[in-house]
């Protein structure tokens, strides 16, 4: 509980979407739009938007399948693969600036190696047995530039083994609990929802291009209807 505390007051020091170009209303609200080729919705859930998936978001399930509805940043935005998106009714939503994580920036470092240890000990039936009995890595020890632990930065106290022939491997990156291992998305998002009350990611479509953010939320949200969006 004290660790779960001390990343909140984290949060509220943070400001996870400083220096994003995200449109706020007077709130503080991020203001998200998106195209519908159904009338009258008025609520976004993500179970529903799942069953019903277009050709152009099932790609994105491929790496990630918990359920979620995309939403554009900006008015007039384009999917940069498949241009403007089909549908004539649009809609826009407002969520809390603290409640959208920049998964692929990742600033609290939720999909890191200590993270995935943490969760498979908590998790993963066998792993607890072998990481209480494997090698740790000790910032107290003085590794040479080859060993496992001087290679990651914050690796203090992943669990290790050294298998013949093969070198030394970190405890979470045995093949033997490979399917065990969690999607990162799904780890980042639970553990973001866990520790900050996030709703949903917000990710630049072509990698490290802030100008075609877009965002994606797995919890039900309000809609209102727009006029235009083009």
Request: charged fraction near 30%; glycine fraction near 4%.
């Amino acid at each position: 509980m004290k660790f779960i505390n001390e990343w909140k007051t984290f949060l509220k020091e943070e400001d996870f979407l400083k220096g994003y170009p995200v449109e706020f209303d007077k709130d503080r609200n991020v203001v998200l739009y998106h195209i519908s080729s159904t009338q009258d919705i008025e609520e976004f859930d993500p179970d529903i938007a799942a069953a019903s998936a277009q050709n152009y978001t099932t790609r994105d399930y491929v790496t990630w399948n918990r359920p979620r509805v995309f939403f554009f940043t900006k008015k007039g935005q384009e999917d940069t693969g498949l241009g403007r998106i089909p549908g004539e009714t649009y809609y826009q939503i407002k969520v809390p600036i603290s409640k959208l994580y920049p998964v692929m920036e990742d600033p609290a470092n939720l999909s890191s190696k200590i993270e995935t240890q943490r969760y498979m000990v908590d998790n993963i039936p066998g792993f607890k047995e072998r990481y209480e009995k494997a090698e740790k890595c000790d910032p107290n020890k003085e590794y040479n530039q080859w060993h496992i632990c001087s290679k990651v930065e914050d690796s203090n106290g992943l669990a290790w083994f050294e298998k013949r022939f093969a070198g030394k491997k970190f405890l979470i990156d045995d093949p033997k609990f490979h399917s065990d291992k969690p999607n990162v998305y799904e780890l980042v998002a639970t553990l973001a929802e866990e520790r900050y009350g996030t709703i949903g990611f917000i990710y630049p479509q072509e990698s490290g291009d802030k100008n075609t953010l877009i965002a994606a939320v797995w919890r039900p949200v309000k809609a209102s209807k727009l006029k235009s969006f083009y």
